[in-house]
């Protein structure tokens, strides 16, 4: 099946322009992830979503960077007035919720976007 | 804060040794326990995952990992690594609540010499 799709693959900006990366999660996943992944870094975590509400944004580096999602599905994250400190692999992740238990369980990573300002 | 410790940040290994990867984490309520691994140039795939049941919980390509609830640790292990494992592990932890999130590691890169 389908798994977590973003787009762009590779996105090459300009120091101070907008951009704004998008994530397809898997079809029917409630919770959707952002990350971001430095050369040699770990995983930083940026916002999570439950639906298209986001009840953790306390990984957004500054309040250049903004994310939505819409009709439980789509979520796209912008960033604003780019940095060069914001070249890095952004992750999308989406997970299911247990029916029974509520549990989240495993995340569903999609492949990344290379985000490169100049 | 809920935090996940990785204490090996680079393991490096000859091909044949055994394994084990640390992992500990800060919360002591009911855990749901994540490996996951990224391959050079591929993207996070999970390895695997303890719910409940039988602590020893065996993944993909020979490897399993051990929920010690006592010591708040979940240590990733394999007898014997191939060349092909060289990759970056990746130690995460749900908490049981209705709103939670998936906390990951910092990361441990292994590298196996051939």
């Known amino acids: 099946g389908a798994g977590v799709s973003q787009s762009p693959s590779n996105k090459v900006t300009e120091k101070g322009k907008d951009v704004e990366l998008r994530c397809d999660p898997i079809s029917g996943h409630t919770a959707l992830y952002w990350y971001r992944q430095s050369l040699g870094q770990g995983l930083e975590f940026l916002i999570y979503?439950?639906?298209?509400?986001?009840?953790?944004k306390s990984g957004l580096p500054s309040d250049r960077f903004s994310a939505e999602r819409t009709g439980g599905s789509v979520s796209t994250l912008t960033i604003q007035r780019t940095q060069q400190e914001d070249s890095a692999v952004y992750l999308c992740a989406s997970s299911s919720r247990s029916a029974t238990s509520g549990r989240l369980s495993e995340q569903y990573f999609g492949p990344g976007t290379r985000l490169t300002v100049t | 804060a809920q935090s996940v410790s990785q204490h090996n940040h680079h393991v490096i290994l000859s091909e044949a040794a055994s394994l084990e990867l640390g992992c500990n984490y800060s919360?002591?309520?009911?855990?749901?326990l994540f490996w996951y691994v990224q391959y050079p140039g591929q993207h996070l795939q999970l390895l695997l995952k303890y719910f409940s049941g039988d602590p020893l919980v065996k993944g993909i390509k020979g490897f399993e990992a051990e929920f010690i609830k006592s010591k708040f640790s979940f240590n990733l292990r394999k007898p014997s690594v191939q060349w092909s494992d060289t990759a970056e592990y990746f130690c995460a932890v749900n908490r049981y609540s209705s709103a939670s999130k998936i906390i990951f590691g910092s990361g441990t890169r292994l590298s196996i010499r051939p």
């Open positions: 979503f439950q639906g298209n509400s986001a009840p953790d």
């Open positions: 919360y002591g309520g009911t855990v749901n």
